[in-house]
């Protein structure tokens, strides 16, 4: 847990300068590998993991993203904000320490939630991009939302494949018909939708940059709210 | 021949599919605000889609049967937009890279094809089991547990299980163990442990279904796949022309 805390502080240092944050990401790195030995397993599950695996995701994904907006150091902000806000709640959140149950240990479920995650992330990066956009209208920078948001959706449709793989070989049908998989059908259509309407004449440059913004709202209340406040298979 | 036109240009528009996700969005997010209130839907995890519309008032039913008809005008969209797509791309080079859209699209209309055939044909029940239990399938097919082995923590957590069955049908004989996430299937239908119990005597919870879509679902998926990842490498390309080198 030290370590959680002191990827906090970094990652808060890293809103005055930016090598703060790939130090905060290291120490992250550190405790997610040192969490992973210490359970025996994937350590994903439950807010506190996920919370945390999602912020080193976040720190991640700005490297790739951080040289294409090298002009817009302000990017690196909003990257810092979103790391600190995930990783503080993920802190602030109770750790799953109990054995897997039987049907989690499966290559399946590490895919499926490894693939949503990286997602999510990619998902945050284009929101904080399309905020980015939004204030400097600068063309170039809808663009890398754009290719934020498409690798993300190919992720989220990798996942959402293989959840459906995992659910036939452990439930006996790739759909179940709960609140979760009903969100992250929303969540697909609306990206569906982002990604459709980007190339009308309408939607192009702003209004499809606030739908992508608006994009992750939908996924952080698919991730969290409905895990937390509904009924479903993916309950914390 | 005016109507025609006009048809095909509804079908044949991207503002088309924009206008139908928009909808379909709509309608997903009034259901799932529906479905968590409404204990109806509880029961719509064991009998079909369509079986269960047929059962339920319209009142509870409104937003899927709206979503179902947006589905089908989407299912016509799709088709039609890559259609004309592919005969115009036809002669270009790195032509699987160009057609990758249409790879994803044709990877959903099988995922659109599976759910249909499920919602039409899908069959689920249940039984509980001890070890000696013997099940009875539809086609005269005999399942029985011959074991049921639990593994425990000192917690008293179950940390694994395997269930021994032998199959009997038409003379012929079959051992195999059940574990999580690993099935018994024979011609068409899935045989899974859902839960099992060691105290105070060994059970399962045995499901027996069969999913039509399964195998269309399993193509549309890794179509999807193939085409959504060339999708992004084409883009990545085009977009990074140091990746050329």
């Given amino acids: 847990m030290p370590m959680a805390y002191a990827a906090c502080v970094l990652y808060l240092l890293s809103l005055w300068k930016r090598p703060f944050l790939y130090l905060g990401l290291a120490v992250q790195v550190a405790y997610i590998v040192s969490r992973g030995l210490e359970l025996g397993r994937l350590p994903l599950i439950g807010p506190h993991d996920t919370l945390i695996f999602l912020s080193a995701c976040v720190a991640a994904f700005s490297v790739p993203f951080g040289i294409a907006l090298k002009k817009y150091p302000v990017f690196h902000k909003g990257v810092s904000a979103a790391a600190v806000i995930f990783v503080v709640a993920g802190v602030l959140s109770k750790q799953q320490n109990a054995p897997l149950p039987p049907v989690l240990k499966t290559l399946w479920f590490e895919l499926h939630v490894v693939s949503a995650f990286l997602s999510y992330a990619l998902f945050g990066i284009g929101a904080i991009i399309g905020l980015l956009y939004l204030k400097e209208k600068d063309d170039a920078i809808e663009g890398v939302q754009y290719r934020s948001l498409l690798v993300g959706y190919c992720l989220f449709s990798l996942s959402m494949i293989f959840g459906g793989v995992w659910a036939y070989l452990a439930w006996g049908t790739y759909w179940l018909w709960t609140p979760k998989e009903l969100w992250t059908s929303i969540v697909w259509v609306f990206y569906s939708l982002y990604l459709h309407a980007r190339f009308t004449k309408q939607w192009s440059g702003r209004p499809s940059s606030v739908l992508g913004v608006a994009g992750f709202a939908v996924v952080i209340f698919t991730y969290l709210g409905v895990s937390l406040l509904m009924k479903s298979s993916h309950t914390f | ?245």
């Fill in chain 2, 1 to 245: 021949m005016k109507i025609l036109k006009y048809v095909m240009r509804f079908f044949l528009s991207l503002k088309t599919t924009v206008l139908l996700l928009a909808l379909l969005l709509a309608l997903f997010f009034v259901g799932a605000f529906v479905m968590p209130a409404d204990e109806a839907f509880q029961l719509l995890h064991s009998i079909p889609l369509f079986e269960w519309l047929g059962e339920q008032p319209p009142s509870v039913t409104w937003w899927l049967w709206g979503c179902i008809g947006i589905l089908a005008v989407l299912t016509l969209n799709t088709l039609f937009c890559s259609a004309e797509s592919l005969i115009k791309k036809r002669k270009a080079d790195q032509w699987i890279m160009i057609i990758s859209p249409q790879i994803v699209h044709i990877g959903f209309l099988f995922m659109l094809l599976a759910h249909l055939l499920s919602s039409l044909g899908a069959f689920k029940s249940f039984g509980i089991a001890d070890e000696g239990g013997v099940l009875t399938l539809p086609d005269g097919g005999v399942f029985e547990i011959s074991a049921i082995n639990v593994s425990e923590d000192a917690k008293g957590y179950i940390v694994d299980w395997s269930v021994n069955v032998d199959f009997k049908a038409g003379g012929a004989e079959k051992k195999d163990v059940l574990l999580p996430n690993k099935p018994f299937f024979e011609r068409g239908i899935g045989i899974y442990v859902r839960d099992v119990r060691a105290y105070p005597s060994k059970e399962v919870l045995l499901e027996v279904s069969r999913e039509p879509g399964t195998l269309w679902a399993l193509i549309g998926g890794v179509l999807f796949m193939i085409g959504i990842i060339a999708l992004v490498a084409f883009k990545m390309k085009r977009d990074y022309p140091v990746l050329r080198r």
